[in-house]
Nanobody, 115 residues
Framework: VQLVDSGGGLVPPGGSLRLSCVASGFTFISYAMRWYRQAPGKEREWVAAIANTGGSTNYADSVKDRFTISRDNAKNTVYLRMNSLKPEDTAVYSC?????????WGQGTQVTVSS
């Protein structure tokens, strides 16, 4: 199983970014996918989740109405579109899936929101 995150960067407050996570080594369409983030000095925080078919999504209250999770099962890729970014969104973002009892993580991509 491999998850490769990309798309992070430095953006000003109010800006947008789209993160991508390319998956391999498992049957992507069979599993839900999630995004987490970890800010410096803080615990990892769940951000969003999407069902295997993409028909159901859930968001943390802190990002609801600003972030959108989506997936392209033909490309084995999950996305996180982030709009109206705030300085408090600064963190390393990682995608995640769970196969049985085991969690798998991407390597993370840094998002920095600053003027």
């Amino acid at each position: 199983v491999q998850l490769v995150d990309s798309g992070g960067g430095l953006v000003p407050p109010g800006g947008s970014l789209r993160l991508s996570c390319v998956a391999s080594g498992f049957t992507f369409i069979s599993y839900a996918m999630r995004w987490y983030r970890q800010a410096p000095g803080k615990e990892r925080e769940w951000v969003a989740a999407i069902a295997n078919t993409g028909g159901s999504t859930n968001y943390a209250d802190s990002v609801k109405d600003r972030f959108t999770i989506s997936r392209d099962n033909a490309k084995n890729t999950v996305y996180l579109r982030m709009n109206s970014l705030k300085p408090e969104d600064t963190a390393v973002y990682s995608c995640n899936t769970r196969l049985g009892a085991r969690n798998y993580w991407g390597q993370g991509t840094q998002v920095t929101v600053s003027s």
